[in-house]
């Protein structure tokens, strides 16, 4: 059974701060995503990792896969209030059956 | 364009009740999921259809669940006899193809509470 964890579960930064959040899966996998969700609202795609060594930023966010130790990182750099919001990685495990498993999410607090 | 969309948003169901939850995706997406979130946890997978056909229901929890996408678009999520553990937010995503990669559009949910 594919296990896909998240750490840390909670994170309080102070603005201007960089941070790293860390997504581990249990088993082979070269398709790795992430989605923001804000609270009370639904989940918006942020980046699709599709082979080891991908890279993907987009403005104060920078997401990587390592295939090899089954390991994503989301990178935050000088973090924003506007940031905070619960980010969940998934894992697409076989192709041509498409279910994602989700990690437990991280959930950002960005303070002023 | 439009995204996807759920309907209802809000469902409040007695306990052994029958609910229904609709999904619409993307305009030409075939490949259609819904996944049920607790509070607090991450999406678990209930269900896929590729066009018509239930492609994958392992995550189905037991038998009052049943889902069906007759035309191969609209989707609609049935629960009879509803228990309080079904109470969560039901979320339906679609996709342009199931292929080489998955970018899953997700609908605003809708939030089920069994009393």
């Known amino acids: 059974e594919l296990k896909v964890e998240q750490n840390p579960l909670f994170l309080s930064m102070q603005e201007g701060k960089n941070y790293t959040i860390y997504c581990n899966y249990s088993?082979?996998?070269?398709?790795l995503y992430w989605y923001r969700q804000d609270p009370g609202k639904s989940l918006e795609s942020l980046f699709v990792?599709?082979?080891?060594?991908a890279v993907k930023q987009e403005g104060r966010l920078m997401a990587s896969l390592d295939t090899k130790a089954r390991l994503s990182t989301l990178h935050i750099t000088a973090a924003v209030h506007d940031l905070s919001a619960t980010y969940f990685c998934a894992v697409d495990e076989v192709i041509g059956n498409e279910k994602l498993t989700f990690g437990t999410g991280t959930r950002l607090t960005i303070i002023p | 364009g439009a995204g996807v969309s759920q309907t209802p948003s809000n469902k409040v169901t007695e306990k052994g009740k029958y609910v229904e939850l609709r999904c619409d995706p993307i305009?030409?997406?075939?490949?259609l999921y819904w996944y049920r979130q607790s509070l607090g946890q991450g999406p678990e997978f209930l269900i896929y259809f590729q066009g018509t056909g239930a492609a994958d229901d392992s995550g189905l929890p037991n038998d009052r669940f049943f889902a069906v996408r007759p035309e191969g678009s609209v989707s609609t999520l049935k629960i009879q006899r509803t228990e309080r553990g079904d109470s969560a937010v039901y979320l339906c995503?679609?996709?342009?193809?199931?292929?080489?990669?998955?970018?899953?559009?997700f609908g605003p949910g809708t939030r089920l509470t069994v009393l």
């Open positions: 990792l599709l082979s080891n060594g």
């Open positions: 305009s030409g997406h075939t490949a």
């Open positions: 088993t082979t996998s070269d398709r």
């Open positions: 995503a679609s996709s342009l193809t199931a292929g080489s990669y998955n970018e899953q559009f």
